[in-house]
């Protein structure tokens, strides 16, 4: 809601509120994206927004699962984005205090 009218208050033109809250399936939503470095960014993106508090939940590996089967990623692919995504995550992150 407050990047919705973050959004309006900055004069982006949105869909109607019930277009921006409809629920789509996610093969619908990916299935547009084919080329192969767009299909690993997405997974990576995905990754580190669940990874941010430096865990993976089981819901969160669920959709994990189903976005890498989505977007045609196999499990080699998979463990390759992750840890490496993970490494950046952690040499970008401060030690602990």
Do not use: C, K
Not at 28 to 37: D, F, K, L, M
Not at 38 to 56: C, K, M, N, S, T
Request: charged residues 25%; aromatic residues 4%.
């Amino acid at each position: 809601a407050a990047i919705v009218a973050e959004a309006r208050r900055a004069g982006v033109d949105l869909p109607a509120d019930d277009v921006l809250q409809a629920r789509r399936p996610l093969p619908e939503i990916v299935a547009g994206v084919t080329r192969e470095t767009e299909r690993r960014d997405l997974y990576v993106l995905a990754f580190a927004i669940v990874r941010a508090d430096e865990g993976v939940s089981g819901a969160e590996r669920i959709y994990l699962a189903q976005l890498a089967h989505a977007l045609g990623l196999d499990a080699n692919a998979v463990a390759a984005l992750e840890r490496d995504t993970a490494a950046a995550i952690d040499a970008a992150s401060p030690p602990p205090a």
